[in-house]
Nanobody
């Protein structure tokens, strides 16, 4: 079983940037595809980005394409989400998760969410 810890959130103005980190322990990190998801109050958890085990396959939600970049460093057991040109609608708690394959389907992941990290974007 893998445990995940997210960090790097904060409060920024629209147009600003943040870089989120997710660090894994308790498993073999290179065995997993990794993904980023977000959830705003009263809304369903939403797919944001995913990356395959070796980083060769990457997928983004349409809402973040061109603004967000997912990457991973298997030597550090970490996956990152660089978020640029942030918008108020990006405000949410951001979570990472592990899975067999990189996919946009939320229900296809292992659901080993960490505590999440809050991202708030002011207008």
């Amino acid at each position: 079983q893998v445990q995940l810890v997210e960090s790097g959130g904060g409060l920024v103005q629209a147009g600003g940037s943040l870089r989120l980190s997710c660090t894994a322990s308790g498993g073999t990190f290179s065995d997993y595809a990794m993904g980023w998801f977000r959830q705003a109050p009263g809304k369903e958890r939403e797919f944001v980005a995913a990356i395959s085990r070796n980083g060769r396959n990457i997928y983004y939600a349409d809402s973040v394409k061109g603004r967000f970049t997912i990457s991973r460093d298997n030597a550090k057991n970490s996956v990152y989400l660089q978020m640029n040109n942030l918008r108020p609608e990006d405000t949410a708690v951001y979570y990472c998760d592990a899975g067999l394959l990189a996919t946009s389907r939320v229900d296809q992941w292992y659901a080993v969410w960490g505590q999440g990290t809050q991202v708030t974007v002011s207008s």
